[in-house]
């Protein structure tokens, strides 16, 4: 009788004020009695059993390996603005996500600004990411400049990390039209790099970004995504790709990409890595709340 009348069907908690992320692997999400339930089996993300999903406080629901999800439960999600990601395990893999479609467009409208400002805010960003990943300032004003220095960086830290792991290494050798003729830690750099993007995938749809607007990277679709994946390249990725070549080498047996995303998934939980990508843009971006 009142439908419509004090808006109830479509009152929503603004995102700002909900908990953010919810993993789920290997059982079945349903809605039961008007309320979104998980039935985990065991070695789920959760205790084997049946339980209630408070999908009204919840931003993004993240679908791992094992799960499956009615169209009941998607309906009753998009009707509170709560999104789905089907990810791998641990986030190493991002595999699609329907638009989140955040109650407010601030975080996109923050990002536009500053990537419009070609000579102030743009290079205000980057420099902002070479900080983060390097530690100083570079008083540099030159995008080409900056990404000359960064090259020759992240070379330095192949090398370091290369001698840390024990890694024979002759240097970064890709070709993307013979990926698999590489040496194997170049091509573990390329399997890390690929679930570290992923990571970063999630983080840009959880934030409601414009995963095509970068501030260092600019031709790619995914320029945003890549700018915040390569955060943590000497941090993350590369370890995490030499040390599957370490593991590889004790165990051959399994493909090399296994080795890469097993130790991915570790890292990326140990980490905290999504919520750590999810914070940076905040702060990139200088939204409130952020810090900076």
Same mark, same amino acid.
């Not at 069907?9 to 993993?23: F, K, M, S």
């Not at 641990?90 to 595999?95: H, L, S």
């Not at 400049?145 to 840390?164: D, M, P, S």
């Given at each position: 009788?009142?439908?419509?009348?004090?808006?109830?069907?479509?009152?929503?908690?603004?995102?700002?004020?909900?908990v953010?992320?919810?993993?789920?692997?290997y059982?079945?999400?349903? %809605?039961?009695d008007? =309320?979104?339930?998980f039935?985990?089996?065991?070695?789920?993300?959760?205790?084997?059993?049946?339980?209630?999903?408070?999908?009204?406080?919840?931003?993004?629901?993240?679908?791992?390996?094992?799960?499956t999800?009615?169209?009941?439960?998607?309906r009753? =999600?998009?009707?509170?603005?709560t999104?789905?990601?089907?990810?791998?395990d641990?986030? %190493?893999?991002?595999?699609?996500?329907?638009?989140?479609?955040?109650?407010?467009?601030?975080?996109?409208r923050?990002?536009?600004?500053?990537? =419009?400002?070609i000579?102030?805010?743009?290079?205000?960003?980057?420099?902002?990411?070479?900080?983060?990943?390097?530690?100083?300032?570079?008083p540099?004003?030159?995008?080409?400049?900056?990404?000359?220095?960064?090259?020759?960086?992240?070379?330095?830290?192949y090398?370091?990390?290369a001698?840390?792991?024990?890694?024979?290494?002759?240097?970064?050798?890709?070709?993307?039209?013979?990926?698999?003729?590489?040496?194997?830690?170049?091509?573990?750099?390329?399997?890390a790099?690929?679930?570290?993007?992923?990571?970063?995938?999630?983080?840009?749809?959880?934030?409601?970004?414009?995963?095509? !607007?970068?501030?260092?990277?600019?031709?790619?679709?995914?320029?945003?995504?890549?700018?915040?994946?390569?955060? %943590?390249?000497?941090?993350v990725t %590369?370890?995490?790709?030499?040390?599957? =070549?370490?593991?590889?080498?004790?165990?051959?047996?399994?493909?090399?990409?296994?080795?890469?995303?097993?130790?991915?998934?570790?890292t990326?939980?140990?980490?905290?890595?999504?919520?750590?990508?999810?914070?940076?843009?905040?702060?990139l !971006?200088? !939204?409130?709340?952020s810090?900076?």
């Amino acid at each position: 009788m009142l439908s419509g009348r004090l808006g109830l069907e479509t009152a929503r908690v603004p995102h700002v004020d909900r908990v953010g992320l919810l993993w789920l692997t290997y059982g079945n999400l349903y %809605v039961g009695d008007g =309320c979104l339930r998980f039935t985990a089996a065991s070695g789920s993300s959760l205790p084997a059993g049946d339980h209630q999903v408070p999908h009204q406080t919840i931003s993004l629901v993240l679908l791992g390996p094992g799960t499956t999800i009615s169209q009941d439960a998607m309906r009753l =999600c998009a009707r509170h603005g709560t999104g789905f990601v089907a990810v791998g395990d641990g986030g %190493v893999r991002m595999y699609s996500a329907p638009p989140l479609s955040p109650d407010q467009s601030q975080a996109a409208r923050a990002q536009v600004r500053l990537w =419009c400002d070609i000579n102030g805010g743009r290079m205000l960003v980057a420099r902002k990411m070479y900080v983060l990943r390097f530690g100083e300032v570079l008083p540099h004003e030159d995008i080409c400049a900056l990404r000359g220095i960064e090259g020759g960086r992240v070379k330095e830290g192949y090398q370091r990390l290369a001698q840390q792991f024990g890694i024979a290494w002759a240097g970064r050798h890709y070709d993307r039209n013979n990926p698999t003729g590489a040496d194997a830690p170049n091509q573990a750099i390329n399997h890390a790099a690929t679930a570290v993007e992923a990571a970063a995938m999630i983080a840009v749809a959880a934030t409601g970004t414009i995963p095509a !607007l970068g501030f260092i990277h600019e031709d790619s679709g995914m320029s945003w995504t890549l700018d915040i994946a390569d955060l %943590v390249r000497t941090e993350v990725t %590369v370890p995490i790709a030499f040390a599957a =070549c370490k593991a590889h080498s004790a165990d051959p047996g399994k493909p090399l990409e296994r080795h890469v995303r097993r130790i991915a998934n570790e890292t990326f939980r140990k980490r905290k890595l999504i919520p750590e990508f999810i914070d940076r843009i905040h702060a990139l !971006l200088d !939204l409130p709340g952020s810090g900076t």
